[in-house]
């Protein structure tokens, strides 16, 4: 299973998807929402299930069909594709795949951002400067290499000074334990296991990143001309079951159970990883957040990543080469090329009562 972490070249294949949206009539109905498995996106299946999301589209008198995706890429490529018209991703793949891929792409919820999910390791004692002239295991052109360049940064370091070994997902807890490992980054639930080994010192990780690696629910700009309601059932739908997730009732224990058990855990592991996760279970946060300058100093941080990486299109002339709309109306790069947006409206309906 590919992770929502696990972003490798996936995204050259997502350019290579041309974009086929049938024409529909101007009050479309019915919609396809795309998730994957990560503690910050396990409430849309848990929504899903429970009849919240039929309830939410019942209002505004749509259908809307939630499907998993045990492979994070397959869904963004589905997206891109036109299959799907909503998909659950981070912000650096939001930008690097369906926007580079050339679908103009609105996050109409910002759900989280990780504060402790994703770590850096080293075996034996020291600190994050001792990474230099060590082999670094992790997923290519995911965000836990972002995580490591801006880990590097921080120490006054660059990644001249490492070296990048690509290691599968799957592998990261048992090839952490193997001779040839000298340092690693990864995120949960393979960050718990790591912690408990005993030559495992964690040097960094996302909490001293507050607010950089985001986790998003998107929808494209078209699906949401099509029919504005769409936006509207999303942001009822997450901030119902993010309300009830987050309360300390027994209906509350229950959701959170559940969604550890879809997740291949347990309510402790998921609430676990919660306390990794910052949510935004109350839309006023989101909003809050949403609008803030640091969204722009963040994105102007992936873009480059991502540049810099070669991942927002073959022969981008630079970061600048893709639009990215913030609240407000500023935006960051090509004004003739936006292909991402950031908007506040649907979480800021939620926050009014007005959905």
Do not use: C
């Amino acid at each position: 299973m590919i992770s929502r972490r696990s972003l490798l070249l996936a995204g050259v294949s997502a350019f290579a998807v041309p974009m086929v949206r049938p024409a529909f009539a101007q009050s479309r109905t019915e919609f396809r929402v795309a998730w994957s498995i990560y503690v910050g996106w396990m409430p849309w299946g848990y929504a899903a299930d429970s009849g919240i999301v039929k309830k939410w589209a019942d209002t505004f008198g749509l259908t809307i069909e939630v499907t998993q995706f045990n492979d994070y890429v397959e869904s963004l490529n589905q997206y891109t594709s036109g299959a799907f018209d909503a998909v659950t991703v981070t912000n650096m793949d939001a930008l690097s795949i369906p926007s580079a891929g050339g679908v103009d792409t609105t996050a109409v919820i910002v759900g989280d951002f990780s504060a402790g999910n994703d770590a850096v390791f080293i075996k034996g004692a020291g600190g994050l400067a001792d990474l230099k002239g060590r082999r670094v295991n992790l997923v290519e052109f995911s965000v836990s290499h972002y995580l490591l360049a801006r880990g590097l940064q921080q120490a006054g370091l660059s990644e001249a000074d490492v070296t990048v070994v690509n290691t599968a997902d799957p592998d990261m807890v048992g090839a952490f334990q193997t001779a040839d490992v000298e340092a690693m980054v990864t995120w949960n639930p393979m960050v718990a296991e790591i912690e408990k080994l005993p030559d495992a010192t964690k040097v960094f990780d996302s909490a001293r990143i507050p607010g950089e690696i985001i986790d998003l629910m998107v929808a494209s700009t078209a699906s949401l001309a099509e029919n504005p309601d769409f936006g509207k059932a999303l942001a009822g739908i997450w901030y119902e079951t993010v309300t009830l997730m987050a309360s300390d009732t027994p209906e509350g224990a229950a959701a959170r159970a559940a969604m550890g058990a879809a997740s291949g855990t347990d309510q402790a592991g998921f609430e676990a990883q919660l306390a990794a996760t910052k949510l935004f279970d109350t839309p006023a946060d989101a909003v809050a957040f949403t609008t803030s300058p640091d969204l722009k100093a963040t994105m102007d941080l992936v873009r480059t990543f991502l540049f810099d990486k070669g991942l927002l299109g073959a022969g981008a002339p630079s970061a600048d080469v893709i639009g990215i709309a913030l609240p407000g109306g500023e935006v960051l790069g090509d004004a003739a090329n936006v292909k991402l947006r950031f908007t506040a409206d649907y979480m800021q309906m939620a926050a009014d009562g007005a959905l």
